[in-house]
């Protein structure tokens, strides 16, 4: 079986003893922990540098991964991304402090002059947005729409049962409606 | 993007790693692999530098000036601090006096406070006062991610005599029910109530109130009662699922108690790769389970000395011949070096269990622990179960 070809918990133990599935294993997740980084530091070079962090505490750690009872190695991977978001959120500059120019690339398919732009704007904005969810609420829709991770591997990232982490999606989701209903520079929200 | 009403469509546009950074990044990570890969470099390269470090940081004990912080040096940096964040600008803080006294709360001395508004990102607001004689900082922030501990570390330097405590913890500790909108609360039985308040958040700019217990002898511990049998129930729970462990028990100074330190937390957050920033792995935790000891404790964080120190200070002979001999005293913990003078910061541990928690000294930032991990624990153990547990958390 090859590496790309072969399943996360094989891939990890493999990863710490060769590089090539360890290349395969930041190919695999990069984009969503990137993602996921910059949903909470949209400054392109906070996010490359927590993300940098955060790869090499992967790669520091991963000959001790040792997965818990079910724990997943998405959850693993985001618990590292999690804890290392944490530290680098006290040095997060304000959102109004980030020029656009400065604003992570916004991956989509409108090509047009100034798409790219507007895209930004709005992601910037949305962050915003989330950031006055509460916490939990912020943390799981982060994780869902950027980590890419399901309930089951947020709630163990959170330590939470999957039901709750449904609820704290479902009711951020709406708050996020509500707070876009009332807000004429919030984005894009039907 | 879209969210629409029945949240049908998942996809959101998402950031993307440019293609430069994302090659950089690899090739780094690969070329780390190939160190961290290569046994016998990594050996030499260790033993190399060890006794370099070691011949450093024994300087630096030796050279390193050691003066209490004072709570006035203590807010001046806090202050600084809170600048370097970002949050001074726009900031209407007020300070306020001699707020209260030990007579007054004999858990809480504010010689000095802070308030920041609530609205104020990452740092909400802030009490800095003393605590025991201790400047202490506590804040309500968005401590659940972990921010809190960030900032304790902010305050933090090696040397301090320094104690920062979050409102958040105390409620986890003490099992504050979450719908009071009170910053700190202290409940540590149904009988005992001792509160110190701040505001409501509707009147942050107000004055806070304070509720003290009308008589100390209120300040029961029935071992009979359901909620004493709850807790020990709770704790044997633990144990069988180990969660807790006994430390090897000691000619503790305190009958009828047992310390007990947390293993899983450390393991948690080695898994999870968290082994540096937060300062948060280990706890001890001492459990009472008699109402003399009980007393004993409480008795001694009640009044002031004669010469102003808290009472509790009295204890620290006692605690040092009992819990602490020259043979069993870890070096970290050696009071003698560290000039521990109170029996917050004494955890009557075995050498091993020291020598166990090696990799993570730093994180006691110069044998006192700084972080807190009752978030860790609530987590992992259960919210109610903690609840249920009287418990002695001993900083260190």
Redesign the interface.
């Known amino acids: 079986m090859t590496y790309p070809d072969m399943p996360d918990g094989e891939l990890v133990l493999a990863a710490a003893l060769d590089p090539d599935a360890f290349a395969c294993l930041y190919d695999r997740y990069l984009p969503q922990v990137f993602a996921f980084v910059a949903s909470r530091l949209p400054c392109r070079m906070e996010a490359e540098d927590v993300t940098s962090d955060i790869w090499m505490k992967i790669l520091g750690n991963i000959s001790r991964f040792k997965p818990k009872r079910d724990e997943s190695v998405p959850a693993w991977i985001f618990a590292i991304a999690r804890n290392a978001i944490i530290d680098a959120h006290r040095k997060r500059r304000p959102y109004a402090d980030i020029e656009t120019e400065d604003v992570v690339e916004i991956a989509g398919e409108d090509e047009r002059p100034g798409a790219s732009v507007d895209r930004r704007i709005q992601f910037v904005a949305l962050q915003a947005g989330i950031d006055t969810l509460p916490d939990h609420q912020a943390r799981c829709i982060r994780l869902r729409y950027y980590g890419g991770l399901r309930n089951q591997e947020i709630a163990q990232v959170e330590g939470l049962n999957e039901k709750t982490v449904a609820a704290h999606i479902s009711r951020g989701l709406q708050a996020l409606r509500d707070h876009a209903s009332s807000s004429s520079s919030f984005p894009l929200l039907a | ?5 029945d ?1 049908q469509h ?1 996809e ?7 293609p430069a ?2 090659s950089s ?2 090739a ?3 070329t ?3 160190e ?2 290569a046994p016998s470099r990594r050996l030499s390269w260790k033993w190399l530098i060890a006794p370099v470090m070691a011949a450093v940081i024994a300087l630096l004990f030796v050279i390193s000036p050691r003066e209490p912080l004072s709570a006035d040096s203590f807010l001046e940096r806090a202050e600084g601090a809170v600048s370097q ?2 949050l001074q600008e726009g900031i209407q803080y007020t300070k306020k006096k001699e707020l209260m006294t030990w007579e007054e709360n004999p858990y809480v001395a504010a010689s000095d406070s802070v308030y920041f508004p609530y609205n104020v ?2 740092v909400r607001e802030m009490w800095i006062g003393t605590m025991q004689g201790h400047p202490v900082m506590m804040t309500r922030d ?1 401590a ?4 809190l501990l ?2 304790r570390l ?1 305050f933090y330097e090696p040397g301090d005599d320094l104690m920062i405590y979050s409102a958040q913890d105390y409620v986890r500790w003490k099992g504050k029910p979450e719908d009071t909108p009170l910053c700190m609360y202290f409940e540590e039985t149904e009988e005992e109530k001792i509160a110190w308040q701040m505001m409501p958040e509707e009147d942050m700019s107000g004055t806070r109130t304070t509720y003290i217990p009308e008589d100390e002898t209120d300040l029961r511990f029935d071992l009979e009662s359901d909620d004493m049998k709850m807790r020990v129930s709770a704790l044997r729970e633990l144990q069988e699922r180990g969660s807790v462990r006994e430390v090897e028990p000691s000619d503790t100074a305190l009958p009828h108690s047992r310390v007990f330190r947390s293993d899983i937390v450390s393991e948690e957050i ?9 300062g948060s792995v280990t706890g001890y935790f001492l459990f009472v389970f008699d109402e003399e000891t009980y007393r004993l404790v409480r008795q001694e964080q009640y009044g002031f000395r004669e010469n102003g120190q808290p009472k509790l200070w009295n204890r620290t002979d006692h605690l040092e011949q009992n819990v602490f001999s020259d043979a069993e005293a870890p070096a970290i913990f050696d009071p003698k070096r560290y000039d521990l003078q109170d029996p917050w910061n004494f955890v009557p541990v075995s050498r091993e269990d020291v020598e166990n928690d090696k990799e993570k000294q730093g994180c006691y930032a110069n044998g006192k622990w700084v972080g807190a991990n009752s978030f860790e624990l609530r ?2 153990l259960g919210e109610e179960a903690e609840s249920k547990m009287l418990i002695f958390q001993f900083a260190r």
């Open positions: 993007m879209t969210i629409t009403q949240n998942r959101w546009d998402k950031p993307v790693p440019t950074f994302a990044l690899k780094k990570l690969l780390r692999h190939a961290l890969t964040l970002g990102p990452v968005s659940e991610d972990g921010t960030q900032h902010d080695d898994e999870e790769g968290n082994v540096t920033g937060t987590e992992r």
